[in-house]
């Protein structure tokens, strides 16, 4: 299997090949996405919530985009990995943001990053395609905007709010970004987002006719249970897996099932004789 690339991403677009993303935050799982194929890898601010326990992605900083884009990047070979740049990482500067960026890239080995909002930060786009930083939009439900949203809540059902996604999306790509991801608004939206872009829509919860898909790998796997969108779909359910194997492996320990002599090593019996 060949890399993924940004350039893959816009040929994808054109031939009409589906694009596949998922998140990952560790070395472990992006090595198995990348052996299954997947396309791109996103390391997602998402990652406060499914693996620091946090309420929202707001508290979520760089040392800890920084960490976990390292190990998925070791982890990764084909797909196009992409870092999110954290709440407050490219609000402050032009300056700032092509500094923490470029962090991501050169420290942790991403190699496009991808940041939430539309006009408001198109200067900022437009900064990092000059620096050569490849950038991916993400408009729709912005998960740091959540306290100015009200919520986790669709986007785009209004007349004014639709307008203002399609004109931040043809703002996106004309400042330079290689593909906007569009989440949570409806699918006749992100159809005609889609169908007027020459740059490839990835969506979550935004319908069946986007140019890709991400998903959230422990939503998808059903590890997380503090609550499931609705635009999941969980391909495994790997949750109750796991809690079994875990009360399995207690009660085999404390009834002395565990370890048996084929999980040992063994010693020369004159050896021992020498200790005692």
Do not use: W
Not at 102 to 130: C, H, P, S, T
């Amino acid at each position: 299997m060949s890399k993924f690339t940004t350039a893959s991403f816009l040929e994808s677009k054109r031939s009409g090949k589906k694009i596949s993303m998922l998140t990952a935050y560790d070395y472990t799982t992006a090595k198995l996405l990348d052996e299954a194929g997947v396309d791109s890898i996103l390391v997602g601010d998402s990652l406060g919530m499914v693996m620091l326990g946090y309420e929202n992605t707001l508290q979520v900083t760089m040392a800890d985009m920084l960490h976990h884009t390292k190990a998925v990047a070791r982890g990764t070979k084909n797909a196009l990995v992409i870092a999110d740049m954290p709440f407050l990482s490219y609000h402050v500067s032009i300056e700032k943001t092509i500094e923490n960026a470029g962090r991501l890239i050169q420290e942790a080995n991403a190699q496009a990053v991808k940041l939430e909002g539309g006009a408001e930060i198109i200067d900022r786009v437009e900064a990092l395609v000059k620096a050569q930083i490849p950038v991916v939009g993400h408009l729709g439900l912005t998960p740091q905007s959540v306290n100015m949203l009200g919520g986790f809540k669709v986007q785009g059902k209004s007349h004014q709010q639709a307008k203002k996604i399609i004109e931040d999306a043809r703002r996106l790509q004309e400042a330079g970004a290689f593909a906007i991801v569009l989440e949570c608004i409806p699918e006749g939206l992100a159809k005609l987002i889609s169908s007027e872009l020459e740059i490839p829509t990835i969506g979550i919860g935004a319908g069946r006719y986007c140019d890709g898909q991400v998903l959230v790998i422990q939503d998808m796997l059903g590890q997380y249970n503090n609550f499931t969108p609705k635009f999941v779909k969980k391909y495994a359910d790997l949750g109750p897996q796991i809690k079994k194997a875990v009360e399995d492996y207690k009660d085999e320990i404390q009834k002395g099932d565990f370890p048996e002599e084929r999980h040992t090593f063994s010693i020369d019996e004159s050896v021992l004789k020498k200790l005692y």
